[in-house]
């Protein structure tokens, strides 16, 4: 089977830093994709990541471990803008990038 | 910037009906999907479309379901026969590429509900 496992709930405030943590589990494995969501919104491309290590985008950076099965996104410099649902995702091997979503995190930014 | 568009936005059906969700990808994307959200949970694959067939579908996609592309525009999700547990937020999505092409572009979703 396929899972992943993130924190259901993540609270900071404006400035601060958070990091969202995602195990996973699944056969088949390309890289881990990360989704933010606003109320209401549709899904929206963060990173991804498909060699170990760290990438950066500005204020979010995403990393993973292959071997672990684990990676994270961290936010830097939060803004109220950034409360949202950040969901992890699995891209799975086999040509056709199916995505397999955690259950999300969802982050409150208060001032 | 180029978008998938989704329409309608909100459908509302008796149990039985059929519905369709019409999706509008990228226009040079070769690959595509529709997801479902049932409200306060995450996002499920439903099925994958390449080259005109299904590539892949989940469990969740059984024989109420079913997908077409009946132009080079229009990406299609319809289903049968409308039950309660149908009701969730779809979402079309579209890549560029397959293999290990990683950022897929989503709608803004059909939110379906069934009475």
């Known amino acids: 089977g396929q899972s992943l496992e993130q924190p259901s709930e993540v609270t900071a405030v404006e400035g601060a830093i958070v990091q969202i943590n995602c195990t996973y589990q699944t056969s088949g494995f390309y890289g881990l994709s990360w989704y933010q969501q606003h109320d209401g919104g549709a899904p929206t491309f963060l990173s991804y990541?498909?060699?170990?290590g760290l990438e950066e985008t500005g204020r979010f950076s995403s990393f993973l471990s292959r071997s672990d099965s684990y990676g994270y996104l961290l936010l830097q410099e939060l803004q109220m803008k950034d409360s949202a649902s950040y969901f992890c995702a699995v891209l799975l091997s086999g040509g056709y990038n199916k995505l397999i979503f955690g259950a999300g995190t969802r982050l409150a930014v208060h001032p | 910037e180029p978008e998938v568009t989704q329409t309608p936005s909100h459908q509302v059906t008796q149990m039985g009906q059929e519905v369709i969700l019409r999706c509008v990808p990228i226009s040079n994307h070769l690959y595509f999907y529709w997801y479902r959200q049932i409200l306060g949970q995450k996002v499920e694959f439903l099925v994958s479309?390449?080259?005109?067939?299904?590539?892949?579908k989940s469990e969740i996609f059984d024989d109420q379901f079913s997908v077409e592309r009946p132009d080079g525009s229009n990406f299609t999700l319809k289903i049968r026969s409308t039950k309660l547990e149908d009701s969730a937020m779809y979402f079309c999505?579209?890549?560029?590429?397959?293999?290990?092409?990683?950022?897929?572009?989503f709608g803004p979703g059909t939110r379906l509900t069934v009475l």
């Open positions: 999505a579209s890549t560029l590429a397959g293999g290990s092409y990683n950022e897929q572009f």
């Open positions: 990541n498909a060699l170990d």
């Open positions: 479309f390449y080259n005109n067939e299904i590539s892949e």
